[in-house]
Every structure is written in C-alpha cells, then in structure tokens.
T-cell receptor, first 117, second 116 residues
C-alpha cells in the first residue's frame, strides 16, 4: 500500500513569491491535514480537508490556503512568502471518520522543506 | 480549548532501561483520542500508539505502553528496554471528537537520547 506522497521535497523561494505544495494521501483515506513544523513553534495545524471540504482551520493568515480534489489529493498554497514561512510542511492522511477518534491516526508524508530567502 | 503539554524538552536513558515521557492534555470534550508519534532525525513521523478516552485498559504496542490517567488528564508514554534506535523526538497528540473539529494538535515534543 503506497504511503503519503508529498511533492516537491525541497524548494527555495524568495520573499513575495508564492508556492504550491502537493499531497497524495493513502488510497481510501479521505482526510488530509497539513502542518507547519518549525524548531521554535513545533507542529502547528494549518487545515484539514475531508471529501473536498475544509473541516477545520488553524490560526494562520489568509496567505495560507488549501484545497482537496475529488481523488482526495490536496494542495496547499502560500502567497506573498515571508522569511518566517521557512519550515517543513507536513501532510498527513487518515480515515478521519466522524464519530470515531480512533480513525484519526495520521499517516505522514516525508514533508516539503521550504526555504524562503 | 485543546492543549497538549510535554514538559520534558530532552531526556536521557541508558540502553535497555525503561523511560517515561510525560504528556498532559486539556480538553472539555468527553470523547477524544490520544496518540504518540516518533520523529527520527530523518524527519518522518511514525505512529506509535493510540488510546481512546473511553478505553479502560492502557494501550500497549510491543515495547510501547501508554499510561492513561483520565482524571489527571495525563497520557505518558513508557518505552521499555530502550534501544539506540529509539533516539528521536517524541510527540504526544490529541484529537477531539466533538469540539475539536477534526483536528489533531501536538505537544512541543520530547527529544530522547539513548546512551550505549
């Protein structure tokens, strides 16, 4: 069973640019969550999608956005990049079924490491 | 509001000994799940163990066990017979069922060093 695939793995951008990151979940998983990981802030929740609907959103500015497609693949976009956006962006998929926290086990991709210069 | 607290930034343990990593949580929800993840230096996040809020028995998975004390809102991870490969960051996480809106939040993590 293929795992969670994130692309690209590494990228370098300059301030003011925008970036799009992609995530393909495990087959059969309809929930995709995104996290930003930095040494100072740890793992911060960005948003979660389930069957193309955003179910929850973290406390990030509107420059951070995402979407999910009918095949459960997800993308996140960061516009007008700032130096502080440099981080490891992790995508995780799960069954994520309502009514059962046990289906919240997250399967993570290897992450996309973004460096903003 | 959801909150996960891991008070040990770093821990050392001798190989083959047991170690306990602390985790406390705060939630107003009655139904929630608690998870532990391991992140080696390579960066990938690995699921270790799960405990549901209604589970009366402590969860165990091989050398990992979760010491769940609901009244104290604590979910400590116990690793028995530590191995050098256990050196990594460990994150405690919680997913609320009702009020959390389908998000999982993570603690700050504990870095474990296993000494030979």
């Amino acid at each position: 069973k293929a795992g969670v695939t994130q692309t690209p793995r590494y990228l370098i951008k300059t301030r003011g640019q925008q970036v799009t990151l992609s995530c393909s979940p495990i087959s059969g998983h309809r929930s995709v969550s995104w996290y930003q990981q930095t040494p100072g802030q740890g793992l911060q929740f960005l948003f979660e999608y389930f069957s193309e609907t955003q179910r929850n959103k973290g406390n990030f500015p509107g420059r951070f956005s995402g979407r999910q497609f009918s095949n459960s693949r997800s993308e996140m976009n960061v516009s007008t990049l700032e130096l502080g956006d440099s981080a490891l962006y992790l995508c995780a998929s799960s069954l994520g079924l309502a009514g059962d926290p046990n289906t919240g086990e997250l399967f993570f991709g290897e992450g996309s490491r973004l460096t903003v210069l | 509001a959801q909150k996960i607290t891991q008070t040990q930034p770093g821990m050392f343990v001798q190989e083959k000994e047991a170690v306990t990593l602390d985790c406390t949580y705060d939630t107003s929800d009655q139904s929630y799940g608690l998870f532990w993840y391991k992140q080696p230096s390579s960066g990938e996040m690995i699921f270790l163990i799960y405990q549901g809020s209604y589970d009366e028995q402590n969860a165990t998975e091989g050398r990992y066990s979760l010491n769940f004390q609901k009244a104290r809102k604590s979910a400590n991870l116990v690793i028995s017979a530590s191995q050098l490969g256990d050196s990594a960051m460990y994150f405690c996480a919680m997913r609320e069922l009702n009020t959390g809106g389908f998000k999982t939040i993570f603690g700050a993590g504990t870095r474990l060093f296993v000494k030979a």
